[in-house]
């Protein structure tokens, strides 16, 4: 049992409208039934929305929430940064110093600072673990691009916020509970939203489901022309498999963001993962390191990507997929042969 005083209790936004249940936010929710029995505060699951997903209940239940609250609104219905910290702001002030924690999305990266302004407390973004050690609550954050990673110990009982993409592979299952369910319709704002949303409209669809492929040729800063893209491209198609990409490539535009590995995109576990150029940056790593076998190249041989690749190749892309491409063109002629 750490010492210090106790959070009254851990709260976990387990996501809104149709993306909730968010599956690390469950993943998420079963470590927190760990800290919180061991911190003795009581778990709840956050909902937002225009109404309570079943689906979230069942999975609450599953993970061992003792509350499940529903936040619900019209303006909740769809993504709004402000309404959403609104919301949370207003329950956490409510209900007393507590710890909360969201899945490190992209929508958390807005929500978790305005949510800790609004309460003026502090906010540890972007964090891959929180765990207990020596009696404290630590939480691990990448620093300097990735490169680094510090342990920070945070003092219970203090409110505070934190944004966590767990990257280990402990149970998503928890232990079941049996959760009171306190649905909130909220009021129409009494002081009107800063930004209003207009519409909406969806992305075109992936052309691609890269969590259903076997092979993944992915393709990070390193690969960023259209030389060796095309080079990437070659080798995906010679091996059956899907291109995907590191965040700055879609960021700069060279493939969709249904194309990007990682905290910010897709969770993948193909047979082979054929990293081009990529530094393996956490964010990245997140997404792609439970891959059955890990192929990396990068000229850099201090490139962090090497630290979970099964295989590495220091050199090049130009140099070192030509001769992949050789090599696959042959295996392939080699499969036709009676
Ligand atoms: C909140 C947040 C969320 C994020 N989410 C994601 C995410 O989901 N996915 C993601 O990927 N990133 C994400 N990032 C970004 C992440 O931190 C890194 O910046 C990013 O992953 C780096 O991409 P990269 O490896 O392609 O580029 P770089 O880090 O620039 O690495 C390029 C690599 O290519 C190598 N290289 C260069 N030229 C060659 C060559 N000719 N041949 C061989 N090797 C070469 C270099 O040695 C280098 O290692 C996120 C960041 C934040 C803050």
Redesign the pocket.
């Given at each position: 049992m750490p010492s210090g005083k106790p959070w009254s209790e851990l709260v976990v936004f387990l996501g809104y409208g149709q993306y909730c249940p968010d599956g690390a936010a469950l993943h998420l929710l079963a470590r927190c039934r760990f800290l919180a029995d061991r911190l003795g505060s009581r778990l709840t699951a956050l909902v937002l929305g225009q109404e309570l997903p079943a689906s979230a209940v069942a999975a609450a239940e599953e993970r061992g929430a003792d509350e499940i609250v529903s936040l619900e609104a019209p303006a909740l219905a769809h993504y709004h940064a402000e309404a959403f910290a609104r919301a949370v702001g207003n329950l956490l002030r409510e209900r007393g110093p507590g710890l909360f924690l969201l899945p490190?999305t992209l929508e958390a990266?807005e929500v978790a600072p305005a949510v800790a302004g609004m309460l003026e407390v502090p906010a540890l973004t972007?964090c891959i673990d929180i765990e207990i050690a020596n009696g404290c609550v630590v939480v691990t954050r990448p620093m300097f691009?990735?490169t680094r990673h510090v342990r920070i110990q945070v003092e219970t009982g203090q409110p505070l916020v934190v944004t966590v993409q767990l990257r280990d592979g402990s149970p998503v299952q928890g232990r079941p509970g049996n959760p009171s369910v306190r649905r909130v319709q909220l009021p129409a704002e009494a002081e009107p939203l800063l930004t209003r949303i207009l519409g909406g409209s969806e992305p075109a669809v992936a052309d691609i489901d890269l969590t259903k492929a076997e092979v993944i040729v992915a393709a990070?800063?390193?690969a960023a022309s259209k030389s060796?893209i095309k080079l990437v491209e070659e080798i995906a198609e010679l091996l059956g498999g899907a291109v995907a990409c590191?965040?700055?490539?879609a960021d700069l535009g060279w493939f969709p963001r249904g194309r990007?590995?990682?905290?910010?995109?897709k969770t993948v576990r193909p047979k082979l993962y054929l990293a081009c150029?990529?530094?393996?940056?956490s964010?990245?790593l997140a997404?792609m390191q439970e891959a059955q076998t890990i192929i990396a190249?990068?000229?850099?041989p201090y490139?962090p990507i090497f630290e979970v690749a099964h295989y590495g190749v220091v050199?090049?892309?130009?140099e070192i997929l030509p001769a992949f491409i050789e090599n696959a063109r042959g295996i392939r002629a080699g499969d036709k042969l009676p």
């Open positions: 490190n990266t972007n691009w990735g990070g800063r390193g060796a590191s965040r700055p490539m990007i590995v990682g905290t910010s995109g150029g990529i530094s393996g940056a964010q990245h997404g190249i990068n000229k850099d490139a050199g090049m892309l130009e």
